[in-house]
């Protein structure tokens, strides 16, 4: 059993739930901009690795690496998106490679199998997705609701909350 449950929203554009002994927490994965590594003038988003550990550091702060679980949805890998599956990739290395430094252990799962069991059944489609997550999530995580609304949905929160209900 563990002690913490962190869940992870994959991509650049993705959000962290955290739950366990402290309040919870859900906040946006923390990213920079700069310029491409190409000649070209191409701005990307990366994750924060530094920002990211900080945050990680402080919200497991008194817990040994093994009362940590964290759980990230699988990236987006689709060659027809070039360009997106490049950035999920890249995150996906990112947060891994934090993650793995701190020693904690760690699943991949996808959207549908913690969507299947805390979304209500007969939703279809991203829009309705959205909505579903950001108000299962809102009542679940009345504290965090103002960040949750902000952002859209409550993925990375469900997705921890998910792996906690499982027992992980």
């Not at 360009?83 to 934090?98: G, K, M, N």
């Not at 549908?112 to 279809?124: F, M, Y």
Request: hydrophobic share 40%; charged share 25%.
């Amino acid at each position: 059993m563990h002690n913490i449950y962190i869940g992870i929203d994959n991509g650049v554009t993705g959000t962290i739930g955290i739950l366990g002994k402290k309040a919870p927490v859900f906040v946006e994965i923390p990213t920079k901009k700069e310029q491409n590594y190409t000649k070209k003038k191409d701005l990307i988003t990366r994750i924060d690795s530094v920002a990211l550990t900080e945050l990680l550091r402080n919200a497991t702060e008194g817990c040994r690496s093994d009362e940590v679980f964290v759980a990230m949805e699988r990236p987006l890998i689709n060659p027809q998106r070039f360009s997106s599956t490049v950035s999920a990739a890249r995150a996906l290395e990112s947060v891994l490679c934090t993650i793995e430094a701190m020693g904690f252990g760690y699943m991949y799962l996808d959207s549908k199998e913690w969507q299947r069991k805390l979304l209500p059944q007969g939703i279809s489609g991203p829009a309705e997705q959205k909505k579903a997550s950001l108000d299962i999530a809102t009542r679940l995580f009345p504290s965090v609701a103002e960040t949750i609304k902000k952002h859209k949905d409550g993925d990375g929160i469900l997705i921890a909350e998910h792996i906690r209900r499982e027992g992980l």
